[in-house]
């Protein structure tokens, strides 16, 4: 790994803006890998950041070959830097990789190094609670070629930016909207990678959402349009009756890791978890019952969001009561474990 660049291009930490707000603010270095046909990964680089030079005909700009991650680091009360849940989202990151036919990611060389910027770059790690760092890798096809196939250079860049909360509102609870005209993802497709593309296809839903008054939008199946997939930027979760149910996996919602956090900790303080397909109708009827407890999301960026309005049509599901009790003791238990402050006997946390 050649010795980074000292630069002058981002401000210290000390002239950080406050609030943060959410990835305005990049810290002094990045990291740099480089992959090629028959050589594999190499070139590791923490260099000081600036703009890319790119080829104009690079893979990446025309046939959308790019892909990317996000996790975070924080520090706790006692000094010390810890990044939550590190391999998971590198290892989701490598096995998203060959459904957009790039190569998957050298877990342990990333891991190494990506340590080694976080190092670099320590003193941009936030000291106050409901701050962190958060890291995202972005890979992305650099071959300069218009033909119609799987380019043969790629690079992994590292970029790492303090932020403050995700949503303005902390854990006020959201509006939704309930999109019946747009899909985000397709069986067959990409909704279980995190491609630009996903987040493309979501955009023009959220920002009609966003202009009547909801916070995000909570996306139905594209086939039936009737069953709940994911909403916004998270994973869902809806609590009816004694159940937490969220919707099943598969190649159309993305394996978070904050969701499979939070199954793995509803279970092991004994609820009923249910990874089932669940329709819209079922919502509305256990609200007009009753039934309907809670709703929240779940994501890296949010932790959780508890859900107090979704928008169906005309109709107005409330939930007067968020943020609830499970979507509570998930966050106060997850981000007490993100900064130190509770035991980890999963083994989530990696300190620098």
């Known amino acids: 790994m050649q010795n980074p660049i000292s630069s002058g291009a981002s401000p210290s930490p000390?002239?950080?803006?406050?609030?943060?707000?959410?990835?305005?603010?990049?810290?002094?270095?990045?990291?740099?890998?480089?992959?090629?046909?028959?050589?594999?990964?190499?070139?590791?680089?923490?260099?000081?950041?600036?703009?890319?030079?790119?080829?104009?005909?690079?893979?990446?700009?025309?046939?959308?070959?790019?892909?990317?991650?996000?996790?975070?680091?924080?520090?706790?009360?006692?000094?010390?830097?810890?990044?939550?849940?590190?391999?998971?989202?590198?290892?989701?990151?490598?096995?998203?990789?060959?459904?957009?036919?790039?190569?998957?990611?050298?877990?342990?060389?990333t891991r190494t190094h990506l340590l080694e910027l976080l190092r670099r770059d320590a003193a941009w790690v936030p000291r106050e609670r409901g701050q962190s760092l958060y890291i995202r890798p972005l890979l992305y096809a650099t071959e300069p070629f218009l033909g119609v196939r799987p380019a043969q250079t790629y690079t992994l860049l590292v970029l790492l930016s303090p932020v403050g909360a995700y949503y303005d509102k902390g854990m006020e609870a959201l509006r939704i909207w309930v999109e019946q005209e747009h899909v985000r993802a397709a069986p067959g497709g990409l909704g279980a990678v995190k491609t630009g593309a996903n987040y493309a296809a979501s955009l023009v839903a959220a920002a009609r959402a966003k202009a009547n008054g909801f916070d995000q939008v909570l996306w139905l199946d594209a086939v039936h349009r009737k069953n709940l997939e994911e909403v916004g930027t998270m994973n869902f979760f809806v609590r009816i009756g004694d159940e937490v149910i969220t919707p099943p996996l598969g190649d159309t919602i993305l394996a978070g890791i904050t969701r499979d956090t939070s199954i793995a900790l509803l279970r092991s303080w004994g609820y009923k978890v249910s990874e089932r397909t669940i329709g819209i109708e079922e919502v509305v009827q256990a609200s007009r019952t009753g039934a309907l407890q809670e709703a929240f999301g779940t994501g890296t960026a949010a932790v959780i969001a508890p859900v107090g309005e979704l928008g169906v049509g005309?109709?107005?599901?409330?939930?007067?009561?968020?943020?609830?009790?499970?979507?509570?003791?998930?966050?106060?238990?997850?981000?007490?474990?993100?900064?130190g402050e509770l035991e980890d006997t999963h083994g989530w946390l990696s300190a620098i």
């Open 14 to 109: 000390a002239r950080a803006p406050a609030p943060l707000g959410f990835g305005r603010v990049f810290t002094e270095h990045l990291l740099m890998l480089q992959w090629s046909q028959g050589r594999g990964w190499h070139d590791a680089e923490i260099r000081a950041r600036a703009d890319l030079a790119m080829d104009p005909a690079a893979a990446a700009l025309h046939y959308g070959q790019s892909m990317f991650e996000g996790l975070k680091a924080f520090r706790g009360a006692d000094g010390v830097v810890r990044v939550f849940r590190m391999d998971a989202h590198l290892r989701r990151m490598q096995n998203g990789a060959p459904r957009v036919a790039m190569p998957g990611i050298d877990i342990e060389l």
């Open 314 to 339: 005309d109709l107005r599901l409330r939930l007067p009561g968020a943020p609830g009790e499970v979507g509570s003791r998930l966050y106060s238990t997850i981000t007490g474990l993100q900064y």
